[in-house]
């Protein structure tokens, strides 16, 4: 019964075909009854999830269930009458098993365990932990604090519940008798026959395991009140691979369609207007400067609400969301540049906040080019989707050896992007204070070795930005913009530095060129970047400006790797900053910790690799006979070169 329950709650609506029987056939057994009475509340409870989330995916959650009673009661006092059987039906059943129990032990007049005790320890974990994980799921029905906090205590016991589950495993080890996969199906309605694969109990356990673990993960959004944190939260969130049900709980929870607060209001984590002005540095949502302000931020909160359904579906429809969601990022460019030329705002930027806006150097001689704060925060916020969009294509093993030279190219540029964008966004500065330089980002020169201080001059440049900050001035959001600087100046070595190494090996003849007889670069360029040529910021990136910028005529391949070399060696110079400004901004979780530890570690890998190019370039002088290979096994987006000496062919 509890693998069955496992597999229908794996195989999601689709397979309510193999649900537990209906009561009405087991009234005769009051504790299997009472079992699948809260197995078909928890999969009403489910369904609901999935159904309010809207993250269904293709035919994940197609709800077979013809004949089966799993819904509830539309009525709100049905609905309630619907929602306390389950729980008196395992009360009554827990209360019969521990009668039984008591009642054996005064016959047998010893108390010691027996056959039966054990049997019935069996039978009350697995009731205990369906009665705990409905009231789990019911709790998360709440979508405010208080239940995700209740939810999180009923998941915390249905994880020891299931622990005794595991540990009474050899009671069922027989078939499941009666449940076959063709129970059933001939109430199924006209619809194409699907293969259907029952879990094995080891199975059934690692995934109620896993689910508990992620909704688990859900219940820590009563924490989040920012939206940098929000972004953070569901970065790691996506990177667990969490299960379609917690993916669904999940976006449930952040939309603010059912969340709720005692005032009537939706939680902190939701982002809606507020969150989203604190984070511009707005003032409250209902003293937004002119109507353009308050058209721009609609369509912010619109866009990053898009974000959150992105990151809340699988890696595969994650990236193409990322890639479709350019075209509301270009509406919300149109939308920030009004709002930025819009007198109401400007007179409340000049005079009546406490910072001015400061554009970047580079831009001082084009006045009308220079960005405003709207402006400026799209297009950092579109540099990073799409670097979202190209650095998931690595993890999902999209690419081939001969496109990491473009790939990493135009990545740089994005994190290039977000390094300058950053800063000026958050270069607060009091009306007689001196505007902050943020570090100049643009194209890398191949041949051009990386500065060994460009971390150390952006980190005094930060620091200088945030002593400038004025009062009231919220330093929460300034400390991730600084960590989210070092990331992107870390990114940006990385990138350089594998993009180098591609360009070397291709000019060596040490990565082969694959066959591809009808489609040539330009084409696979196309392919890949040809989609976001309508953007304005960032600017997209053509193919001849590629061909110039990797255009290696009279650089030998050894200058490659050395500058590559220096790239590594920079890399691993920002990781230590970005770890130390994270210790000191507690913002240094253990999963951080790992992630960087990882980075430091393909930095380490990939400079030795390049010294024993070198030294072999210097004793063969090529490297035909070298054999590289590429290893995401410890970052899904930066590889750790291998460098092996191939057999000669005799």
């Known amino acids: 019964m509890f693998q069955l329950t496992s597999n229908w709650s794996v195989q999601s609506s689709s397979s309510a075909d193999k649900c537990p029987a209906p009561p009405c056939r087991t009234a005769q057994n009051q504790v299997l009854s009472a079992y699948c009475e809260a197995t078909r509340a928890g999969c009403d409870a489910v369904r609901n999830i999935v159904l309010h989330a809207s993250v269904c995916e293709e ?45 054996s032990h005064q016959h047998a007049g010893s108390s010691h365990t027996t056959s039966e005790d054990d049997e019935t320890t069996a039978l009350l974990a697995r009731l205990r932990f369906q009665k705990a994980l409905l ?29 005794n589950v595991v540990q009474t495993a050899h009671f069922g080890v027989g078939p499941a008798v009666g449940f076959h996969p063709d129970v059933n199906r001939r ?44 972004q953070e939260f569901l970065h790691s969130f996506a990177k667990q691979n969490p299960g379609s049900v917690a993916r669904s709980a999940m976006h449930a929870a952040i939309t603010g369609k059912l969340s709720k607060t005692t005032g009537g209001g939706v939680p902190g984590w939701v982002p809606r207007a507020p969150m989203m002005c604190a984070h511009l540095c707005f003032p409250q949502p209902n003293q937004l400067p002119g109507p353009e302000v308050k058209l721009f931020l609609d369509q912010v909160c619109i866009a990053v609400q898009g974000w959150c359904l992105a990151m809340c579906v699988n890696r595969l429809r994650q990236r193409r969301r990322h890639r479709r969601a350019m075209e509301d990022w270009s509406n919300l460019l149109e939308h920030a540049l009004i709002a930025d030329a819009s007198p109401e705002f400007q007179d409340w930027l000049h005079h009546r906040s406490s910072w001015q806006w400061q554009p970047p150097p580079e831009q001082a001689d084009h006045p009308e080019e220079a960005l405003g704060p709207c402006a400026a925060w799209v297009e950092k916020g579109c540099a990073a989707v799409l670097l979202q969009h190209f650095l998931l294509g690595f993890d999902l093993d999209l690419y081939q050896p001969k496109e990491f030279c473009m790939l990493y190219w135009y990545c740089d540029y ?15 500065q009091p009306q007689s204070g001196a505007p902050a330089s943020p570090s100049k980002g643009g194209l890398p020169a191949l041949s051009a070795k990386p500065g060994k201080h460009t971390s150390k ?124 400004s994270s210790t000191q901004s507690q913002l240094l979780t253990e999963e951080k910790l790992q992630e960087l530890k990882a980075l430091d570690r393909i930095a380490v890998q990939n400079a030795l690799a390049v010294n024993v190019l070198l030294k072999t370039m210097q004793q063969d002088g090529k490297l035909q006979h070298i054999k590289i290979s590429w290893d995401f096994s410890h970052h899904g987006c930066y590889p750790s070169i291998g460098v092996k000496h191939a057999p000669v062919a005799t």
């Open 457 to 580: 001059k952006s980190s005094a440049k930060t620091k200088a930005a945030s002593k400038a900050a004025p009062q009231g001035f919220d330093s929460g959001h300034l400390k991730y913009t600084v960590q989210e600087v070092h990331k992107a100046q870390v990114g940006r070595q990385m990138c350089q530095g594998l993009m180098r190494v591609a360009t070397g090996l291709m000019a060596c003849g040490a990565i082969p060129n694959p066959n591809m007889p009808f489609n040539s670069e330009a084409t696979r360029y196309e392919q890949r970047f040809g989609s976001f040529a309508f953007m304005q910021r960032p600017m997209p990136l053509l193919y001849d400006q590629y061909t110039a910028a990797m255009d290696v005529t009279g650089v030998q391949a050894s200058d490659l790797l050395e500058s590559a070399l220096a790239n590594f060696t920079a890399a691993r110079h920002g990781i230590a900053t970005l770890a130390q």
């Open 59 to 103: 035919e994940d959650f197609a709800t077979h269930t013809f004949g089966l009673l799993l819904q509830s009661s539309t009525s709100s006092k049905d609905s309630k009458l619907f929602k306390a059987k389950p729980y008196a039906a395992v009360s009554l059943a827990e209360d019969q098993l521990l009668a039984a129990r008591k009642s």
């Open 187 to 230: 109430l199924l309605g006209p619809l194409p026959p699907r293969p259907v694969q029952v879990l094995s109990n080891q199975e059934a356990w690692a995934y109620y395991s896993k689910l508990l673990k992620d909704l688990l993960v859900v219940c820590q959004l009563t924490g989040i009140q920012q939206w940098p944190q929000l």
């Open 414 to 428: 994005l994190h290039g992007t977000v390094a300058v964008t950053a800063p000026q966004f958050l270069s607060v």
């Open 135 to 163: 009231q789990a799921m019911e709790q998360l029905h709440q979508w405010d604090a208080d239940g995700l906090i209740m939810a999180r205590k009923h998941m915390q016991r249905a994880q020891a519940e299931l622990a």
